[in-house]
Nanobody, 124 residues
């Protein structure tokens, strides 16, 4: 089992930055793993934000965040990060980190493990 815990959320003004962290525990993530960030705004479906392959570090982004968000990981610390810049009010959502044992994916149903989520609020 893998436990995931997000941190770093909060309230920020439009144009500002935040860095989300996701700490994985329970087991050391092996090279085959993939991890991702998803978000869910009130009244909306959960949507893909970014993903990263644990081995090699290939990254994937939804168009809405390309050029503004950067996903990364620290293999030694078993952690994943999401650096968010130029934040917009439409980025307001609960952000979730997720992990799966076979590669990265953009579909939430393919992920095996989820964090509790953390609120990010961007004021205009």
């Amino acid at each position: 089992q893998v436990q995931l815990a997000e941190s770093g959320g909060g309230l920020v003004q439009a144009g500002g930055s935040l860095r989300l962290s996701c700490a994985a525990s329970g087991r050391t993530l092996s090279s085959g793993y993939g991890m991702g960030w998803f978000r869910q705004a009130p009244g909306k479906e959960r949507e893909f934000v970014a993903a990263i392959r644990w081995s090699g570090g290939s990254t994937y982004y939804t168009d809405a965040v390309k050029g503004r968000f950067t996903i990364s990981r620290d293999i030694a610390k078993n952690m994943m990060f999401l650096q968010m810049t130029s934040l917009k009010p439409e980025d307001t959502a609960v952000y979730y980190c997720a992990a799966r044992s076979v590669g990265a994916a953009v579909v939430s149903a393919l992920y095996d493990y989820w964090g509790q989520g953390i609120q990010v609020t961007v004021s205009s």
